[in-house]
């Protein structure tokens, strides 16, 4: 019992006691039954807040009780404990044992301890339960561990100090509070003045009876015209270990003077409040005096650090400092309230004190004692039934009675009985010296007869000592059950149906039937299905035994279920007996084809021949039978492809070219053989893979176009951009550029990527003229295919005459590709001849230089008027045109037939790339140069370039006439160049030149060239234009 309850028990008189007790006789003798009480020793230690699972004790190993054979059941004590039921070792459980949390411990003084009361029941197995449970009662001290952090009561605390203070005045600082006790309460406070008040305050701790007392000491003179407030920080730390630490803010305020505090007339008040007083009822009243006058000694009192419940239950007058009831008081609840009350006086630097009041609650007989009845060791209770087989003996427990009143004292006292005449009675469970709560076991005096009465209502009586006195009243009915001997027996032990699918949820699969030789409840069956499984799928009625289907059963999913069901007949204990049941599902068309795949994607070779396989396709279907069986079309069905059923294989009809179609797609259709069909779909896909069956061709440049380049021109400036496509893809279409000819000086790179050509050397005067690159284009399929392209480069420091460049790229497209187009070949020998003239007209004088530009005046002439003969130099300008009749009009040529286009040399590499080239004179489509028109017409004024090829260049006067050589067979596969600069082969052999050549001319009719190395074959087209007629002289393989 709670100290506090202790001191507030109230004491009867000696006459009453006395007649108390002839009453309580009297009504014991009456019921047969009286309750005594004695002390209880087990008790255990555990500190707060263990682990889940934490020991707390055995039953069976500290007490000396019995560890095997005996059922140990926890009957009092839980959520926050549980006992093992075959050692009786009591642990704690996922609920925490909270010491500040517990009902019985939250208003306990400092040193009063903290009890958990738990209850435990042991039954003896071997022996049944005739002999009836043992209830041990014990309780477990909570000892308190340092879990809680000293709180102040705000985290700004306000003190007012009056200037002009005496040094060493005392102020009280509001105390910390700490929900822990003894050593793990407040330990000591602390303060940080800062600079500015170091040397004006410091702290004082008092001890009042338990409780550390602050106060904040005058160290220095205050002038509140210097400085009106201080902030200061206060520091509480509890006793515990580790330590638990908390700080406020101490806000000093310096004050006009207040020399006196208000003083309690008493040092402590105590009262005691009658339990059910009304709102308003007065409690005490507490009386401060202040010595000062005025404003100053007027006083007001509240109640600033009382816990809620003060709050809630009292009120206190401001002026008076009567305390007043505010709520309904409840000893029960509450049985006594200790709190401070602060008196504060109204002067500007206002002072306080504070005293405690302590109230304790007295009981009034308000409550009725309480009966609870529960079931005890394996007798359990369900809706106030409980259940007892007819051969227990005498002396089985049927139930625990527990009796208790919340009131205290005599009011507390209570006595129990069993009410008519039924053979039960009441028997102390354990020896227990609390008054307020009593148990007894309900236990049976004779033996029961289940055919004589089935059943008993017994009611349970108790009265406490109070006066008046208070009753109440609680029954149980108690069944007398039956034995229950047989099993029940189905009978066949195996029924067997078939049950087709896709049936409706709820369709009645079959019923089956048991029997059970027992009579009345034993005899009373219900049915169940054993395996989990089968539960998902079957119900059955528990009643009638009918087995019914729950989901949509599916063949291809299980055809056959086998499960086990039970009857249980509804004795104590009950009996069981099983049958086994098995359903054959019988097949529907239920499921369509389906294809292994939800598309198929095959890839095939372009050119392969027609009626080859290309892929292979899985349909299955689910059902059985002629359900399964599955026949495969072509949708739609355009004669490409067709399918071969048993094998799923795709066969084409066509031959691929992947440049006129590189994917086809189509449905395959799947119809099953059922009543009605069922089909599905499942598209497919055919990529034709490519073939290196095309070569590449020259977009840009056209062969006959071509570039100026200024001889001032740096290394690495861009000259020209080789562009080529293919019709093919992946590395059939990657492409690689390079030179193969005309390049002797190394003049010019290309980017084997991207055909873009650079300057690699800086010009020189030799390097003057035209340039033609011959550019091999091939791509990287096996076999790689090729094709050449022709690119002129014009280097010179001029521009003036474009129809002289034009004809010396015309005449460039009729020259073997193993020829070097590269500037000026006689560039060294006019340079040797410009030092002889020079050192001839330093020792010969002005005289020579005359007498010798008189002679090549005349040699000019005489080459003009004699025409070109081989190996002789030009005198006149190498393109002037001879001077026509003075009245304008020119001799008519004769209009020659235009030559038939020669056949193409298939063995000849050369003559085989000079084929290919596509070249149209008159309709070229670039646009990057000018276009060459012939015939040539050249009007006079335009001597720089003639001059530069008169002394350079051993190109001879070009003398249109129709019997010119190019109307050979050999020149005129050279003529047919492609536009677009398409030289078409595979293979990787260049093409090579023929000896047939002279240094100076062409021969009019030259043999076939014999079978080049190369075994390629040409592609290309051909777009044959009329050729030049005129005669061409070329001196060595450099222009």
Not at 152 to 160: A, Q, R
Not at 222 to 238: A, H, Q
Not at 914 to 921: A, M, P, T, V
Not at 975 to 1001: I, K
Request: charge should be negative.
């Amino acid at each position: 019992m709670r100290a506090a309850q202790t001191r507030s028990r109230a004491v009867l008189s000696s006459g009453d006691m006395a007649l108390r007790r002839e009453v309580l006789l009297l009504l014991a003798l009456a019921l047969l039954v009286s309750c005594g009480a004695a002390a209880t020793d087990i008790l255990y230690r555990v500190p707060e807040e263990q682990p889940p699972n934490t020991l707390i004790g055995s039953l069976a190993a500290d007490q000396g009780l019995p560890d095997t054979g005996h059922l140990y059941k926890l009957e009092v004590g839980f959520p926050f404990l549980r006992v093992d039921g075959k050692t009786g070792d009591i642990y704690t459980t996922d609920i925490p044992i909270d010491r500040e949390m517990l009902r019985d411990c939250r208003n306990l003084f400092d040193g009063d301890k903290c009890f958990l009361e738990f209850e435990v029941s042991i039954t003896d197995m071997v022996k049944g339960l005739g002999l009836g449970p043992r209830l041990i009662e014990g309780r477990i001290e909570v000892l308190d561990i340092n879990d809680n952090t000293p709180q102040f009561s705000s985290p700004i605390l306000t003190l007012s100090i009056p200037e002009n203070t005496h040094i060493g005045a005392l102020f009280s600082i509001p105390v910390a509070t700490d929900k822990d006790s003894g050593t793990n309460g407040v330990a000591e406070y602390s303060l940080n003045t800062g600079p500015d008040a170091d040397q004006l305050f410091s702290l004082q701790v008092a001890v009042d009876i338990d409780e550390k007392l602050p106060q904040l000491v005058v160290m220095g003179n205050l002038d509140r015209e210097k400085k009106d407030s201080y902030d200061l920080n206060i520091r509480v730390v509890d006793g515990g270990k580790p330590p638990r630490v908390s700080s406020a803010l101490l806000r000093v305020t310096v004050t006009d003077q207040n020399d006196n505090a208000p003083k309690f007339e008493r040092s402590h008040y105590e009262a005691e409040l009658p339990e059910n007083s009304p709102p308003g009822h007065s409690v005490l009243q507490v009386r401060a005096n202040d010595a000062d006058t005025g404003i100053n000694g007027e006083i007001e009192y509240s109640l600033p650090q009382a816990s809620e419940t003060v709050h809630r239950l009292l009120r206190i007058d401001r002026s008076t400092g009567i305390l007043y009831v505010k709520g309904q008081v409840d000893r029960e609840e509450d049985s006594f309230l200790k709190f401070f009350v602060v008196a504060r006086d109204r002067g500007p630097n206002s002072k306080s004190s504070k005293v405690v009041v302590t109230i304790n609650v007295r009981d009034q007989n308000d409550n009725k004692p309480a009966i609870e009845i529960r079931g005890i060791g394996l007798v359990t209770h369900q809706d106030g039934v409980a259940n007892i087989s007819e051969d227990m003996p005498i002396g089985t427990p049927v139930a625990l009675v527990q009796v208790s009143d919340l009131d205290e004292g005599e009011n507390a006292v209570v006595t129990c009985v069993v009410a008519g005449d039924v053979p039960f009675q009441l028997r102390p469970a354990g020896e227990s010296g609390n008054d307020r709560k009593r148990k007894y076991f309900l236990q049976t005096t004779t033996l029961l007869d289940y055919e004589r009465v089935k059943d008993y209502r017994i009611e349970i009586v108790a009265v406490d000592s109070g006066n008046p006195a208070l009753s109440s009243t609680n029954s149980l009915k108690v069944q007398v059950t039956d034995m229950n001997d047989n099993t029940p027996i189905f009978s066949p032990t195996m029924l067997e149906v078939d049950f087709p699918e896709g049936n409706q949820a709820g369709d009645k699969v079959l019923e089956v039937v048991a029997t059970d030789a027992d009579s009345g409840t034993n005899a009373e069956l219900a049915y169940s299905i054993v395996e989990l499984a089968a539960q998902r799928l079957f119900e059955i009625n528990s009643n009638s035994g009918e087995v019914r289907v729950k989901n949509l059963l599916d063949r291809e999913d299980t055809e056959r279920y086998e499960f086990r069901v039970a009857a249980a007949d509804k004795g104590v204990p009950s009996k069981t007996g099983t049958a086994t049941v098995v359903i054959n599902v019988l097949d529907r068309n239920d499921n369509d084809p389906k294809f292994m795949l939800s598309g198929y994607s095959f890839s095939v070779n372009e050119n392969m021949a027609p009626l080859n396989p290309v892929g292979v396709v899985t349909v299955t279907d689910a059902d059985k039978g002629e359900n399964a069986r599955v026949k495969l079309y072509v949708e739609p069905d355009n004669g490409k492809f067709v399918i071969q059923n048993g094998t799923g294989t795709i066969l084409s009809s066509i031959s691929f070219d992947r440049e006129k179609e590189s994917m086809y797609t189509f449905r395959l259709k799947a119809v099953d053989a059922g009543d009605p069909p069922r089909s599905s779909y499942v598209g497919v896909t055919i990529n034709v893979l490519d073939e290196n069956d095309n070569a590449p061709y020259v977009t840009k440049p056209a062969n006959s176009s071509y570039k100026y380049l200024a001889p001032v021109t740096t290394v690495d400036t861009r000259v020209e951009v080789v562009e080529a496509e293919d019709m093919d893809s992946g590395p059939n279409a990657e492409l690689h550029y390079s030179i193969t000819g005309g390049n002797p000086y190394n003049l010019f790179q290309i980017s084997s990527t991207t055909g873009e050509i650079k300057l690699a050397e800086e010009l020189t005067p030799k390097h003057h003229g035209l340039h033609r690159l011959v550019v091999k284009v091939n791509d990287k399929g096996k076999p790689a295919r090729h094709t050449t392209a022709l690119v002129h480069i014009f280097v010179n420091a001029t521009l003036g005459n474009v129809t002289l460049i034009e004809s010396l790229v015309g005449h460039s497209l009729y020259t073997p590709l193993d020829r070097d187009i590269a500037g000026d070949p006689n560039y060294a020998h006019a340079q040797r001849s410009n030092i002889l003239y020079g050192s001839l007209a330093g020792v010969a004088g002005v005289i020579l230089v005359i007498v010798a530009v008189v002679v090549i005046r005349h040699r000019l002439q005489k080459d003009t008027k004699s025409g070109y003969q081989a190996g002789k130099k030009e005198s006149k300008d190498l393109y002037a045109p001879k001077q026509g009749p003075k009245n304008g009009k020119g001799k008519k040529s004769k209009k020659g037939k235009a030559p038939k286009p020669a056949k193409p040399l298939e063995e000849d590499e050369e003559a085989s790339l000079q084929k290919g080239l596509k070249f149209n004179l008159i309709n070229d489509t670039v646009n990057d140069s000018p276009r060459i028109h012939l015939p040539l017409n050249y009007p006079p004024g335009s001597p720089d370039l003639g001059r530069h090829y008169r002394s350079n260049s051993p190109l001879p006067s070009i003398q249109l006439q129709p019997q010119s050589p190019s109307a050979s067979k050999k020149h005129q596969a050279v003529q047919d160049l492609p536009a677009t600069n398409t030289f078409v082969g595979t293979g990787d052999n260049n093409s090579t030149g023929s000896d047939q050549y002279s240094d100076y001319s062409y021969k009019a009719n030259p043999p076939k060239y014999s079978s080049s190395s190369s075994s390629s074959k040409q592609v290309g087209d051909y777009a044959h234009t009329a050729m030049y007629n005129r005669d061409i002289m070329w001196t060595n393989r450099v222009w």
